[in-house]
């Protein structure tokens, strides 16, 4: 079992940047970050497979957004520049164990572990 802490949510102005920290118990596989709007359905933003460091970006999201991991400390960052107010989400970070999940790595299905979430606000 993975116990995941986000923090570094908070209100920011558009155009501004934040860096989103997951303290981790300790890394899986696969750990990702995912934003869910109100009403909307959880959607990957960016993960990383520990084994090798490849990342995995939503498209949008390229060039704005870095995920990232402080090995020795099991932490896991999302540092998220140039914000929009359409960023405005929960955001969570998540682990997950099962095989496969390079196949579909933002797809937030296969993901064990969550979060409690820590909220962005843009405006």
């Known amino acids: 079992h993975v116990q995941l802490v986000e923090s570094g949510g908070g209100s920011v102005q558009a155009g501004g940047s934040l860096m989103l920290t997951c303290a981790a118990s300790?890394?899986?596989?696969?750990m990702g970050w995912f934003r869910q709007f109100p009403g909307k359905e959880r959607e990957g933003v960016a993960t990383?497979?520990?084994?090798?460091?490849?990342?995995y970006y939503a498209d949008s999201e390229k060039g704005r957004f870095t995920i990232s991991r402080e090995k020795l400390k099991d932490i896991l960052y999302l540092q998220k520049d140039s914000l929009k107010p359409e960023d405005t989400a929960m955001y969570y970070c998540?682990?997950?164990?099962?095989?496969?999940?390079?196949?579909?790595?933002?797809?937030?299905?296969?993901?064990?572990?969550w979060g409690q979430g820590t909220q962005v606000t843009v405006s």
């Open positions: 990383l497979d520990a084994t090798d460091g490849t990342t």
């Open positions: 300790g890394f899986t596989a696969f």
């Open positions: 998540a682990a997950s164990y099962s095989p496969g999940v390079e196949k579909a790595p933002l797809d937030p299905s296969p993901y064990a572990f």
